[in-house]
């Protein structure tokens, strides 16, 4: 007879024993601090960017003893104390004594003992980084947004329009090509990680400016009509203006020593170039929103100064701000601006003179035409148009009293209509193609033209994520903009076929004009 045991024999395994020594100890020192010990902070606590930082790279005067374990062809270790001409210890100073690995004996009275012990005294890493540049996304689609909201594109003369598509846009050259040719290539040559962290981060700055100029330059190309978003190009090749700053900019990027490289560009380039360009802009602006006589015989305008709200910038500084009030406009401003504009302190009579010298070109009136739905408005007040929800109170000459609300041409086109609207989806594509249309279809979905990286598009908006792959099914394609998705009617000739599938499938409700938008 045979019998199975019901239990498997114990195994003879060894057992942890936990003992005082400090590599085993269950407890030893500073097992209960949340801070790291290996290094010396620079301040009286340790920084969380030192944490995550410091050593990383580790230094070989600690752990090393021999020395690096490589060299160079002519003898010298990893990473020498000369490898730049900006020396660790001083270039004023004799080379120190060469001791335990690469980083020389400690001399306390000297600046530097070695490249370990730089700090980035912005103390930036990847989470900064990543919190930058998503305030500065959210900022710059705050601001863009709610210029179209207010639409001040459409305020813009033709003079800014060309200055802007020319001179904005080239800066990106500047930043993209430092970020990616120096401070990209100085970040693989520095001695340290330290170093490369705050250079690496350096880089990513000047790139990400280059991204939101790029970015700025393409949202303009859609919202202004006419503007040449590949102007930039010829002005950084080609304008007089620019080859000054262009042939800095590239030789900068041939410098071989890296830590050279980065003091020039930091602390040369940066605020003789960089900034002094920044409030040319900004003089620029004031030029041409101050002066809408640009390009004309100068003339002499008047105005008014103000005190305005003053502003806090990024670093905290108090900007001084006043407000220019002129006969049919006011601007707000810094005030050290003004000293750099061409506005000039007058005495009454000038004053006076150049006043009413403008008041006289003014025309008394002026004629427009406006509709307004008056009457009973509550019952139908969600079947109006929500582009503007104001109220405006108006008489007549003859002494009758309107109250109503002020809606588009398009809009009371669209609604004196009996019936559903009806377009062919050869009339809708000619339409949208010409730019002044706007169709509204059903589910919340519009059709409009849109100027995307320098080519006008039919762009459909108002679609949800259960809509796309129908939409892709129909012809439609899409593109990533700006971190958005957005979907096209192609605009060749299988632009018609694929437009009336939409419409076949999402009615058309309602035909609007630009005005509407």
Request: proline content about 6%; some cysteine.
């Amino acid at each position: 007879m045979t019998t199975t045991q019901d239990s498997a024999a114990e195994r003879s395994v060894p057992k942890p024993v936990f003992t005082d020594a400090e590599a085993g100890a269950r407890v030893f020192p500073d097992s209960d601090s949340r801070r790291y010990n290996y290094y010396t902070p620079q301040k009286r606590k340790q920084s969380h960017y030192e944490d995550v930082t410091v050593e990383v790279q580790p230094d070989p005067r600690h752990y090393l003893t021999q020395g690096w374990l490589y060299g160079f062809a002519d003898g010298r270790g990893g990473y020498p104390l000369d490898w730049t001409v900006l020396k660790a210890w001083g270039s004023d100073k004799p080379e120190p004594q060469r001791g335990i690995g690469t980083g020389g004996m400690v001399v306390k009275e000297w600046p530097a003992t070695g490249w370990h012990e730089f700090r980035d005294p912005n103390e930036e890493w990847e989470l900064t980084l990543y919190r930058y540049n998503s305030n500065v996304v959210r900022q710059v689609n705050q601001n863009i947004e709610a210029a179209r909201q207010s639409k001040a594109f459409e305020q813009w003369n033709t003079n800014w329009v060309r200055f802007v598509e020319q001179h904005i846009g080239a800066w990106m050259h500047v930043d993209h090509g430092l970020g990616l040719y120096l401070y990209a290539n100085a970040n693989r040559r520095a001695p340290t990680n330290m170093h490369n962290n705050a250079i690496s981060v350096n880089s990513m700055h000047r790139i990400r400016a280059a991204q939101d100029l790029a970015l700025y330059n393409l949202t303009l190309s859609e919202e202004l009509e006419g503007f040449d978003g590949s102007a930039h190009l010829d002005t950084w090749n080609n304008d007089p203006a620019w080859q000054g700053v262009r042939e800095v900019a590239e030789g900068l990027t041939a410098i071989d020593d890296w830590c050279e490289a980065i003091f020039a560009a930091n602390v040369v380039f940066e605020p003789l170039v960089i900034r002094t360009s920044s409030m040319a802009t900004w003089i620029w602006f004031a030029v041409v929103t101050l002066a809408p006589t640009w390009n004309t015989p100068p003339a002499v305008l008047a105005t008014v100064e103000v005190p305005a709200p003053s502003l806090m910038l990024d670093d905290g500084e108090i900007e001084r701000r006043v407000r220019l009030i002129r006969p049919m406009e006011h601007h707000r401003l810094p005030l050290k601006m003004m000293t750099e504009s061409h506005w000039v302190e007058a005495d009454q009579d000038r004053f006076a003179a150049a006043w009413q010298a403008e008041l006289a070109e003014v025309p008394a009136f002026t004629d427009s035409t406006i509709h307004i739905v008056a009457g009973l408005l509550l019952p139908i007040w969600k079947r109006l148009p929500n582009e503007s929800t104001r109220v405006y109170r108006l008489q007549t000459d003859s002494g009758e009293r309107i109250i109503g609300r002020k809606v588009s041409p398009a809009w009371v086109a669209t609604a004196l209509l009996v019936g559903a609207p009806a377009l062919t989806p050869e009339g809708a594509f000619a339409a949208l193609m010409d730019g002044r249309t706007i169709l509204d279809l059903a589910e919340g979905l519009q059709l409009r033209r849109a100027r995307v990286m320098g080519a006008n598009r039919i762009e459909l908006s108002g679609f949800t994520d259960t809509m796309r792959d129908r939409l892709k099914a129909y012809g439609l394609f899409h593109e990533i903009i700006s971190w958005k998705l957005r979907m096209f009617v192609p605009t060749d000739a299988s632009g018609v076929g694929v437009l009336g599938k939409v419409l076949e499938h999402y009615p058309l409700e309602r035909i609007g004009g630009r005005e509407a938008a």
